[in-house]
Protein backbone atom coordinates (compact mmCIF):
# COMPACT_ATOMS: atom_id res chain seq x y z
CA UNK A 1 0.00 0.00 0.00
CA UNK A 2 3.33 2.45 1.07
CA UNK A 3 4.90 1.67 -2.11
CA UNK A 4 1.42 2.31 -4.18
CA UNK A 5 0.73 5.60 -2.14
CA UNK A 6 4.44 6.95 -3.18
CA UNK A 7 3.98 5.92 -6.99
CA UNK A 8 0.79 8.01 -6.91
CA UNK A 9 2.92 11.07 -5.21
CA UNK A 10 5.75 10.08 -7.61
CA UNK A 11 3.64 11.29 -10.78
CA UNK A 12 2.35 14.18 -9.36
CA UNK A 13 5.18 15.69 -8.46
CA UNK A 14 6.70 18.89 -9.81
CA UNK A 15 10.60 19.90 -9.47
CA UNK A 16 9.48 23.28 -10.99
CA UNK A 17 6.58 23.54 -8.51
CA UNK A 18 8.42 21.94 -5.66
CA UNK A 19 11.41 24.68 -5.78
CA UNK A 20 9.60 27.82 -6.79
CA UNK A 21 7.35 27.07 -3.88
CA UNK A 22 10.23 26.53 -1.41
CA UNK A 23 11.96 29.36 -1.89
CA UNK A 24 8.61 31.39 -1.85
CA UNK A 25 7.71 30.32 1.69
CA UNK A 26 11.59 31.16 2.48
CA UNK A 27 13.37 28.14 2.18
CA UNK A 28 16.57 28.18 1.08
CA UNK A 29 18.85 25.77 -0.96
CA UNK A 30 19.21 23.35 1.79
CA UNK A 31 21.88 22.23 3.80
CA UNK A 32 24.54 21.36 0.73
CA UNK A 33 24.88 24.72 0.44
CA UNK A 34 26.24 26.16 4.04
CA UNK A 35 29.06 24.88 6.29
CA UNK A 36 31.50 21.88 5.89
CA UNK A 37 29.72 20.84 3.20
CA UNK A 38 29.78 24.03 1.36
CA UNK A 39 33.66 24.99 1.91
CA UNK A 40 34.13 21.09 0.92
CA UNK A 41 32.53 21.49 -2.78
CA UNK A 42 34.41 24.81 -2.93
CA UNK A 43 37.16 23.18 -2.28
CA UNK A 44 37.40 21.08 -4.74
CA UNK A 45 35.91 23.18 -7.21
CA UNK A 46 38.07 25.97 -6.85
CA UNK A 47 41.10 23.97 -7.12
CA UNK A 48 40.01 22.64 -10.40
CA UNK A 49 39.35 26.05 -12.04
CA UNK A 50 42.62 26.88 -11.04
CA UNK A 51 44.71 23.84 -12.35
CA UNK A 52 42.65 24.22 -15.89
CA UNK A 53 42.81 27.78 -15.79
CA UNK A 54 38.93 28.21 -16.41
CA UNK A 55 37.36 31.64 -17.06
CA UNK A 56 33.68 31.37 -17.17
CA UNK A 57 31.34 28.97 -15.48
CA UNK A 58 27.40 28.58 -15.73
CA UNK A 59 26.13 26.68 -13.11
CA UNK A 60 22.86 24.56 -13.95
CA UNK A 61 20.71 24.96 -10.45
CA UNK A 62 22.15 28.56 -8.42
CA UNK A 63 19.63 28.09 -5.86
CA UNK A 64 20.15 30.88 -2.96
CA UNK A 65 23.67 31.50 -4.16
CA UNK A 66 24.98 30.79 -0.81
CA UNK A 67 27.28 28.35 -2.17
CA UNK A 68 28.40 30.71 -4.79
CA UNK A 69 29.76 33.25 -2.19
CA UNK A 70 33.00 30.81 -1.92
CA UNK A 71 33.79 30.06 -5.35
CA UNK A 72 36.59 31.78 -7.61
CA UNK A 73 35.81 32.51 -11.47
CA UNK A 74 36.44 35.35 -13.58
CA UNK A 75 32.28 34.80 -15.11
CA UNK A 76 29.61 33.33 -13.70
CA UNK A 77 26.52 32.70 -15.30
CA UNK A 78 23.84 31.08 -12.68
CA UNK A 79 20.50 29.18 -14.01
CA UNK A 80 17.26 28.33 -11.75
CA UNK A 81 14.07 27.15 -12.39
CA UNK A 82 12.83 29.38 -9.79
CA UNK A 83 12.02 33.32 -10.53
CA UNK A 84 11.54 33.62 -6.73
CA UNK A 85 15.27 32.94 -5.78
CA UNK A 86 16.64 34.64 -9.10
CA UNK A 87 15.05 37.66 -7.96
CA UNK A 88 16.83 37.32 -4.46
CA UNK A 89 20.21 35.97 -6.06
CA UNK A 90 20.11 39.64 -8.24
CA UNK A 91 19.81 41.14 -5.10
CA UNK A 92 22.56 39.72 -3.39
CA UNK A 93 25.51 40.28 -6.21
CA UNK A 94 23.32 43.13 -7.60
CA UNK A 95 27.44 45.25 -7.40
CA UNK A 96 29.15 42.26 -8.85
CA UNK A 97 29.20 42.43 -12.54
CA UNK A 98 30.66 39.35 -13.07
CA UNK A 99 27.92 37.24 -11.87
CA UNK A 100 24.65 36.75 -13.89
CA UNK A 101 21.61 35.14 -13.33
CA UNK A 102 18.70 33.55 -15.43
CA UNK A 103 15.69 30.82 -16.16
CA UNK A 104 17.09 27.72 -16.87
CA UNK A 105 15.36 27.35 -19.35
CA UNK A 106 15.94 30.33 -21.05
CA UNK A 107 19.77 30.14 -21.60
CA UNK A 108 21.31 29.53 -25.19
CA UNK A 109 25.24 31.12 -23.18
CA UNK A 110 27.88 28.37 -23.20
CA UNK A 111 30.50 28.58 -20.72
CA UNK A 112 34.25 26.51 -20.20
CA UNK A 113 32.86 24.86 -17.30
CA UNK A 114 29.54 23.58 -16.21
CA UNK A 115 28.78 23.06 -12.47
CA UNK A 116 25.48 20.92 -11.11
CA UNK A 117 25.92 20.60 -7.17
CA UNK A 118 23.62 18.26 -5.63
CA UNK A 119 20.91 19.26 -8.39
CA UNK A 120 19.92 15.74 -10.02
CA UNK A 121 18.42 14.00 -7.51
CA UNK A 122 16.06 16.76 -6.96
CA UNK A 123 14.49 16.17 -10.48
CA UNK A 124 11.87 13.30 -9.68
CA UNK A 125 10.28 13.14 -13.26
CA UNK A 126 12.63 11.51 -15.98
CA UNK A 127 12.08 13.48 -18.83
CA UNK A 128 13.32 16.59 -16.56
CA UNK A 129 16.18 14.77 -15.16
CA UNK A 130 17.32 13.77 -18.92
CA UNK A 131 16.28 17.12 -20.09
CA UNK A 132 18.69 18.48 -17.44
CA UNK A 133 21.46 16.48 -18.14
CA UNK A 134 21.12 17.25 -22.39
CA UNK A 135 20.96 21.02 -21.13
CA UNK A 136 24.39 20.57 -18.69
CA UNK A 137 26.59 18.82 -21.94
CA UNK A 138 25.16 20.79 -24.39
CA UNK A 139 26.09 24.31 -22.92
CA UNK A 140 29.30 23.68 -21.63
CA UNK A 141 32.39 24.03 -23.78
CA UNK A 142 35.40 21.57 -21.85
CA UNK A 143 34.56 20.72 -18.47
CA UNK A 144 31.60 19.57 -16.54
CA UNK A 145 31.41 19.13 -12.57
CA UNK A 146 28.75 17.09 -11.07
CA UNK A 147 28.66 16.34 -7.29
CA UNK A 148 25.68 14.03 -6.82
CA UNK A 149 24.77 10.31 -5.94
CA UNK A 150 25.59 7.81 -8.74
CA UNK A 151 23.21 4.87 -7.54
CA UNK A 152 19.71 3.87 -8.03
CA UNK A 153 17.65 4.44 -4.50
CA UNK A 154 14.65 6.37 -3.65
CA UNK A 155 15.33 8.45 -0.76
CA UNK A 156 12.54 10.32 -0.43
CA UNK A 157 9.38 12.63 -1.44
CA UNK A 158 11.53 15.34 -3.41
CA UNK A 159 15.28 12.94 -3.31
CA UNK A 160 15.14 10.11 -6.40
CA UNK A 161 18.66 9.31 -7.00
CA UNK A 162 19.50 7.47 -10.22
CA UNK A 163 23.05 6.10 -11.89
CA UNK A 164 24.37 9.18 -13.80
CA UNK A 165 27.93 8.32 -14.86
CA UNK A 166 26.14 5.30 -16.99
CA UNK A 167 23.30 7.06 -18.42
CA UNK A 168 26.39 9.95 -19.44
CA UNK A 169 28.61 7.19 -20.64
CA UNK A 170 25.61 6.09 -23.41
CA UNK A 171 24.30 9.23 -24.59
CA UNK A 172 27.16 11.14 -24.47
CA UNK A 173 29.83 9.40 -26.12
CA UNK A 174 31.72 12.98 -26.42
CA UNK A 175 32.57 13.16 -23.14
CA UNK A 176 34.91 11.29 -20.41
CA UNK A 177 35.29 11.22 -16.78
CA UNK A 178 38.36 12.10 -15.91
CA UNK A 179 38.51 11.89 -12.23
CA UNK A 180 35.95 10.66 -9.04
CA UNK A 181 36.61 11.74 -6.08
CA UNK A 182 34.56 9.97 -2.87
CA UNK A 183 33.40 11.92 -0.40
CA UNK A 184 34.81 11.08 3.38
CA UNK A 185 31.97 9.84 5.83
CA UNK A 186 32.66 12.17 7.89
CA UNK A 187 30.60 14.63 5.96
CA UNK A 188 26.89 13.81 5.89
CA UNK A 189 26.01 13.65 2.03
CA UNK A 190 24.99 11.27 -0.39
CA UNK A 191 26.95 13.16 -2.95
CA UNK A 192 30.45 12.64 -4.63
CA UNK A 193 32.98 14.29 -6.85
CA UNK A 194 32.85 13.36 -10.58
CA UNK A 195 34.48 15.29 -13.43
CA UNK A 196 33.91 15.35 -17.11
CA UNK A 197 36.33 16.72 -19.64
CA UNK A 198 34.90 17.35 -23.45
CA UNK A 199 37.05 15.17 -26.25
CA UNK A 200 39.49 16.69 -28.75
Same mark, same amino acid.
Given at each position: ?? %??????? +????????????????????????????????????????????? +?? #??????????????????????????????????? %???????? +??????????? !?????????????????????????? =????????? #? =? !?????????????? +?? =????????????????????????????? =????????
Amino acid at each position: MW %KKIMGLM +RRKFNSHHYWEERYRKGGNSGAGSYGELCDYKAKHINEFIQNKTI +RS #IVDFGCGDGNQLLSLHCETYLGLDVSPTVLDQIRE %KFKDDDSK +RFELFHDNTET !AELGLSCEVLFHLIEEDVWENYLRMV =FRYSEKYVI #I =F !AADYDKDIGRHVLA +RS =FTAHIKENFPGWELIEHIPTTEELDTISE =FYFYEKKA
